[in-house]
């Protein structure tokens, strides 16, 4: 009886509140990822980050790809479905897309929420290989995926030595991993977050590993979101424990250790970990610092907001 | 002396009938005016059987379809238990229902609720007012239109997402009542059968992503009639 009555009061509350967004499918699984293993790319757009992930073709006609592609400052949508190629021909047919939209300017009430829709008819986005070299391959054609991309496990060796600007980097490569998990969480950064009262579940990564999420309190909500050996794309892999203290107007604070390990070709993995214990929340977006610590380094301050470096001076692109 | 005529008889005493109750009433409503004779007991105005308070128990199937602004159609099937209130022969009336949902569909797949949710509920709330009109000497017919929502939340088994809806909208409903003569304790009983319709077209919780939907009920009542 006790569950029935907290979901009659959850439902109630979050009438009142708030907007769940548009009605989920009956019986819909909350966790839809498909599972994709290859080489990750990684390319810049205007300061956001667009990384594609590509199974290889091992002498079929199609592979799977995931394309998460980053804005600044906290926005994410993730594609997957399947390319192929043929010369430098490419296509890629996107039939999922999980969607965390930049709702920072709307009260938590109001936002959507990460979303999930699957794209029927899938979205063809057709690119030509101008360039194929070791490191780089440049795409022309679909605006969504044409650049230039470069592999993301040479080009994080650049992130070498334990100073304050090596630290920064190291969490804004990593940070790009927390944020890519974030938008396969249906109604994270919203009311939606309610659906995990009282229960945990679990997301898998895109690469490996698994993240879980869990929510106790309806009107003071802890949500507690925990990595093991999780990893969406090659190069970032976390683990450790993020947890958010608020009101219902999404004001409180994180707090919680969240280990990374960014695995670097030709040089050992370098690993670290953030303390999320001086980051305040308040209408559900973060003010404050993240405390990023490199093993065998000192504790760097690294502000919330934009990425100081940016990426471009991080991975020497 | 002349005997009068029997017709005569008859006419005198259906006019006494007729005006005399008139009279008294308007006389007790003018205290300035003389007192008022007695009525004669077969003069006194037979008590409105639609007057006093009904209330009732109604087990009903409870269907809910609607479609979304995503061009999906969803329909519930669902098990209701009910409480309905009403008053007098125009008066307010309440339908409120507690819901078990026993089947989902969407866009022709079929759901068994209890294989993919699980602690299940909703509440339909028809509030309105209502006329009551008498069909011979123990048939009663209620009618009337309303205000009205239909709240569902199915909680989501591990790994599947949860549904939930709060729907608002109008509709109406209709009450057939048999009230049998026997009156055990002096309470009236009431036994009968029960139609509300309401067409939804509002969805706060969900960012209005309901286009339209329609809600019927359909059971039983039986219940206790108060004066």
Redesign the interface.
Known sequence: MR??LL??A??LA??LLA?????????????STALVSGTSYIALDGGGARILVLAPLDGGATAPFTRIDEHQPRAVETFQGTWSGEGTDIDFSASTVFILPNEASKPVSSR?GATRQQLSPPRVSAATVAVAGEDLFVLLGAPDVAGSYYTLIRRAALISGADDTVTACAFHLANLAVESSEARI?GFNSAGMT?YLN?V??FEGILSGKVTVGLVGLFSPVSTITFTNYADFEGVVLDGVQISSTDTGGNGGLSGVLGFRIQREGLPPLEGSVDYGQVSLSNGNESGDYLVTLDGGTTVRVPTGRRIPPLEQCLGL | MRRPQPWAVVAWWSIVAVFLPRLAAAQAADPAGPPAAEPPPAAVEPVDRRAGWRHEFSPAWHMATFFSEEQSHYTFHSLSLGYLMSVNASGPFLHLSFVVPLQARQDGQVHSVSSVYQNSGGLDLLVGWQWRWLLGEALEIESGPGAHVNALNLGGKPGLTNFNALQLGVGGMSVLRWRPGWRPGRVGWTLGMVTALALDLYDPLRSNDLKYGFVLRLGGVVGVDLP
């Open positions: 569950p029935m979901a009659v959850a439902l979050v009438s907007c769940l967004g548009p009605y989920p499918g009956i019986g819909e699984r909350l966790d959507t249906p659906q229960r579940e679990l």
